[in-house]
Structure formats: C-alpha cells, structure tokens
C-alpha cells in the first residue's frame, strides 16, 4: 500500500499509543474522583495540558480538550457569537473554509439571524486582504479564516488577517487543523483569539481535538455539564486522548525541523514529475505558500474518481477533487472559489504525503499514474486528438 492520505487522516505514532495504553487499564479512574487513582489522571491531564500550551506558545488555561477538530471549530464559533449578542450578529468567513467552519455558519445564520460574509480567494487560494478590510463593520463578532487548506495545502497570511482584524477589535478565530505538525504554529505569535486543532491528522488519536481560548476572548461554552475543562467544554475527560494529543503534539512539533524537509522532497519530486511526464496538468495552489506534504493537480480531460479507482487498484491510496454529497459527485467548492471549470475540478486528485512515504513510493505513482492517465484521455470524447495516443 502506498498511502498519499495524509490530510484525511494519519497513523497513530507507536509512542502515542504505548502512552494511551495506561489510561485505559490500571490508570482508569474518573479524574473527578477525589482518591490516588483519580489523582493519577488529573496530574496526567494537566501535565498534557502543560505541554500542549508550551508548543503552542500559550498558557495551560487557554487550552481546552475537546472531542476533535470539528467540535473545537463549532465552540470557537458558536462560544464567541453567543457572548456578543450585544455587539451585533455578523462573521466573516472565506469560501474555502472545512465544511465545520461552513456549516457552523450557516446554522447560525438559519437558526439564529446571523448573517456572514464569505471572502473570495484568487486563483492561487489566498483571501484577499483589501476585501477582508472592507467586509468589517461595527456589528461584526468573530473572524473565522483558516491557516492551511486541507484540500491544497495553501497558507493564508494568518500573522496579517490577525493584525487587520484587532486594529478593527473584532475577535478572529482560526482553523489550524491543517497546519499542525506540517510548519511552525505558535498561537500567541499568530495574533489569533481561537484555534482549532485535530489529533488524527498529525499522527494522535481520533475522538480528541484542542480548542485554544485567548484568556479573556468573549466565550461561552457549547457542551454543558460539569465543571470540567476549567469550565469551558463539561464531560468527563477522554484522559487517553488527551495523553495521545499531548504526546503526538510533542514528536509532530519536533518532526517540522527533521522529517517535514524530506517530506517537502518528496512532494516536490512528485510535482515535478508529474509535471515533466503528464501533458496539460495544473498545480492547483502552485503559485502560493503551501504545507510542504500537499500537492493538488488538476489533470485536463480525465475524471479524478476514475483516476483514484484506478490508482486504487494498484494499492496506491489518494484523494480526489470531488465530494459525495447525496449521491452525486459535487466538484470541490474549494477549487470552485480559485475559478476552476467544473470539469477541471472534476480531474483533480489530492496526494497528501506523511512520515513513511519513500522515493521509491513516490516514483511508483508516477510510473502508475501516467499511463492510467493516457488510458483514460484515449478513452474520453472530450480530449483533443494530440494528446491520444
Ligand atoms: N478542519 C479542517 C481543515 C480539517 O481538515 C478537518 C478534518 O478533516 C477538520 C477541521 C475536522 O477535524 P475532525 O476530523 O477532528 O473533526
């Protein structure tokens, strides 16, 4: 198998799981216990809490567990709007945001009178600056742009998006799923009020994720209960998790300066390749900053569900630039906003490369992927004559 998945999910690191192990057997105790066992799980989550704020660049109290990315994006966004009902009932977002950003939105706007602004992007990904400057008003409550996308891997200028949206006094949250683990990520540095983060995707558990909260940030929380999380998401704590999160965090944040460099090789190696071997291909996001293990193309008159069947069929695991929505193969709305035709959007593929891909894997795909490519143009009524063969 030669999995190029990287962004959908991740392998847990072996450290992460001999960590969580304890937790489940002799270390199982409700941390809200007041016995040794009980005390065993709380030293367990603070200490993660600790190390999880130290990487990040910011305090233990502003870090919260959740049960993963899609739940920390809808308290960062719902906690903040509800807090600011006074001040107004207006987000602006950007059109490529993950669907937890997007559907966050929109309930709020359906269900409770929001209304929200979705930035465009150029043809590279990247929001326009001037446009977000325009789109603030006295009644906006939060900000919500991404740092890295999980479909490209573009870098939105987070440092400048936090300038602009504090000399406007407006909160701004960030989904930062995407980046973690791929480059640098200090929140304090970044200017952001919230974050949001992921354990699968940088090789922790699934079900736990990391809202960061600005200490003083309008908030309140959207999971009610019991007093835990420093009452800001209540349930009993997920301590393996949590355990799993902190420790993956650790190797992940060491890895950017070891391992991400000869990842970036590879995927330049893959790029290039494809480029030279495969006519009338195009790098989706090419021409922007990007995470060093994404690469998307959009390949001409091919269609990417056929390409990742095929690819499939040789054990070589991807992604595609489509989205089952009801039945029907709906284009990426995030190549969509760059200004992609629907069929262009149709043939695109996502290879997202990790810790164990080798050159050798690398140079495999292409070998595979360009005669499956040319199987299929000289299949499709739509390719012109000079490229069949
Ligand atoms: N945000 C982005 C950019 C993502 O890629 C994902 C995962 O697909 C999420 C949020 C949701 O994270 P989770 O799967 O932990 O709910």
Do not use: W
């Not at 309008?218 to 019991?226: C, D, M, Q």
């Not at 090419?286 to 390949?299: D, E």
């Amino acid at each position: 198998m030669i999995y190029l998945d990287n962004n959908a999910t991740t392998s847990a690191y072996p450290e992460v799981v001999e960590a969580m192990l304890p937790f489940f057997t002799e270390k199982f105790g409700n941390p809200s216990s007041l016995y040794e066992l009980a005390q065993q799980q709380k030293d367990a989550i603070e200490s993660s809490r600790q190390k999880v704020a130290e990487i990040l660049g910011v305090q233990p109290k502003e870090i919260v567990f959740t049960s993963g990315g899609t739940e920390a994006v809808n308290t960062a966004i719902i906690g903040s709007a509800l807090a600011q009902q006074e001040k107004g009932k207006y987000i602006i977002t950007s059109k490529i945001e993950h669907k937890a950003v997007l559907e966050t939105c929109k309930f709020l706007q359906k269900y409770l009178g929001y209304e929200i602004t979705y930035l465009s992007v150029d043809s590279s990904g990247v929001i326009d600056l001037d446009e977000l400057k325009n789109s603030i008003r006295s009644d906006t409550v939060l900000v919500s742009i991404m740092y890295a996308n999980n479909e490209t891997g573009v870098i939105q200028p987070i440092q400048e998006i936090g300038k602009i949206v504090k000399q406007a006094n407006v909160p701004f949250h960030s989904d930062v799923v995407q980046a973690i683990g791929k480059i640098p990520v200090n929140l304090s540095e970044l200017g952001v009020d919230y974050a949001s983060i992921s354990g699968h995707k940088f090789h922790g558990p699934r079900g736990i994720g990391i809202l960061y909260r600005r200490k003083g940030a309008p908030f309140t929380p959207l999971i009610r209960g019991g007093a835990h999380e420093n009452k800001m998401r209540a349930g009993t704590e997920n301590t393996p998790g949590i355990v799993g999160i902190a420790t993956a965090l650790e190797i992940a944040s060491r890895e950017i300066n070891n391992k991400m460099p000869e990842i970036e090789k590879l995927r330049d190696r893959l790029q290039q390749r494809i480029l030279d071997e495969i006519p009338e291909v195009i790098v989706n996001g090419g021409t922007a900053p990007r995470v060093p293990n994404t690469l998307n193309i959009a390949i001409k008159y091919v269609e990417g569900e056929a390409m990742l069947f095929l690819l499939d069929n040789e054990g070589i695991l991807a992604s595609s630039g489509s989205a089952c929505t009801s039945g029907s193969l709906e284009p990426s709305y995030v190549l969509l906003a760059m200004g992609l035709d629907h069929a262009t959007a149709h043939g695109s593929l996502r290879f997202s490369l990790g810790k164990d891909n080798t050159q050798q894997q690398i140079d495999k795909v292409v070998d595979v992927l360009a005669p499956i490519v040319q199987k299929l143009r000289n299949m499709s009524p739509f390719c012109p004559d000079e490229l069949k063969k």
